[in-house]
């Protein structure tokens, strides 16, 4: 079928609109009408770091829409449904039977090749190949072929431009506070970097119980928006102020017992590192340096534990329906994070996503 895709037509270039012939859904495929995407970082990041031969590409990895036809092999999913459509996983592999869908074998292949596991591509432009299949969806799109493994089937009542960010930016910050970290409502959390990721994680940890959550972003409004949780935030520029790592630690009475980075700034995980306590505990999610410097001694001498997490170990087809109900409850409240633009004012999207003025920007299509 013909329909619309935003094109990447060289490493790091902008989103140009473009015709596209998609193919028909094969027999575990299923064709989604695009209603609201989200724009994670990760789109703006990836297609810095693809070589000419993969491109142009379609990315988008924070889709939602309905869904028109549906393969004859896939099960639970009807058309007419509405769903978020998420990251992909084998469902076979052992690290997938373990439910570490995150840490699939077939991870790379099935959403970052831009094309099927069996090599073929499912876009073109005239004669030429368009990489699609990003995270299984390349949603930056009017239609998308996704997959039983990572579309959610979400109640229809639901707004779609407001669950969007739960297919990556959300489930990925609120994922690392209830998957990875489970704190108890004493502990004490610090997160650097209060975008999409981290106003994500501060709001599910203060809406279950976590009394003490600190902020260190130097844009004010995302201070601010980090504030309106109850959290207490820094301003890691604030001249003649101790430094950042020392006003966590008296802010958390000798150190926070987690930290979250989403900054991707090696000094600023070095920081986050500094700023735990004993047996405190580093996630670095940020994708962006390629080298982070370790406190060796510190390390050594406290027991710390540094890691990462894909998507705060999230299931999709778990974690999803897990936040929704929370925020149905009243207790992940991020609705108000979302700022929509139509499809066509995309590059103002990205400049206010770059800029910080908005936290995360959903692309919607009209009618
Ligand atoms: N691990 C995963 O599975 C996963 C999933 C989604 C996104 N990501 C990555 O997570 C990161 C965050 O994504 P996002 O969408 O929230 O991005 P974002 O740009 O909205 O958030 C980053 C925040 O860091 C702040 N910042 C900049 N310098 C800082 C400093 N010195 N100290 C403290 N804060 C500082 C920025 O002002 C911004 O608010 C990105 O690197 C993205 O690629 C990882
Ligand atoms: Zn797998
Ligand atoms: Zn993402």
């Avoid at 596209?20 to 989604?32: A, G, Q, S, Y």
């Avoid at 009017?142 to 990556?168: E, G, I, Q, T």
């Avoid at 700023?275 to 710390?304: F, H, M, N, Q, W």
């Avoid at 999230?314 to 329906?321: A, H, Q, W």
Wanted: hydrophobic share 40%; proline share 5%; charged share 20%.
């Amino acid at each position: 079928m013909k329909t619309t895709a935003y094109l990447v037509e060289e490493p790091g270039g902008d989103f140009v609109a473009a015709e596209v012939e998609l193919e028909e859904p094969r027999d575990d495929e299923v064709l989604v009408r695009i209603v609201a995407t989200g724009l994670c970082h990760t789109d703006l990041t990836v297609p810095t770091m693809l070589p000419q031969e993969m491109l142009p590409t379609v990315v988008g990895h924070e889709g939602t829409g309905v869904v028109e036809k549906v393969g004859a092999a896939v099960t639970g999913i009807e058309v007419g449904d509405h769903v978020v459509l998420s990251f992909r996983s084998c469902r076979e592999c052992g690290p997938c039977r373990a439910g570490d869908v995150g840490y699939c074998e077939q991870s790379l292949l099935l959403n970052y090749m831009g094309m099927r596991a069996d090599g073929s591509t499912t876009m073109k432009r005239g004669d030429q190949t368009v990489f699609g299949n990003f995270f299984g969806q390349s949603s930056l799109a009017r239609h998308a072929l996704a997959y039983a493994d990572n579309c959610v089937v979400v109640d229809k009542s639901l707004d779609l431009a407001r669950l969007a960010p739960f297919a990556c930016g959300f489930q990925t910050g609120a994922g690392t506070v209830l998957n990875v970290l489970d704190p108890a409502p004493g502990e004490s959390i610090v997160v650097y970097g209060a975008g999409a990721v981290g106003l994500a994680a501060i709001a599910v940890a203060r809406g279950t119980g976590v009394e003490t959550v600190v902020a260190v972003d130097p844009v004010g409004a995302r201070r601010e928006a980090a504030e309106a949780y109850g959290a207490t935030a820094l301003d890691p520029t604030e001249e003649g102020a101790a430094p950042v790592e020392d006003r966590v630690r008296e802010l958390t009475g000798g150190g926070a017992t987690y930290a979250i980075d989403t900054t991707a700034i090696p000094d600023v995980v070095l920081q986050a590192q500094r700023s735990l306590r004993t047996r405190g505990v580093l996630v670095a999610l940020g994708l962006g340096a390629p080298e982070y410097t370790i406190d060796a001694i510190d390390l050594l001498s406290t027991g710390k534990i540094v890691r990462s997490s894909i998507e705060g170990e999230s299931d999709p087809l778990v974690t999803i329906p897990e936040l929704i109900a929370l925020r149905e409850a009243g207790r992940f409240d991020v609705d108000h994070l979302v700022t929509t633009y139509p499809f066509e004012k995309i590059a103002d999207a990205v400049a206010d996503s770059r800029s910080g003025a908005v936290v995360k920007p959903v692309l919607v299509w009209g009618e």
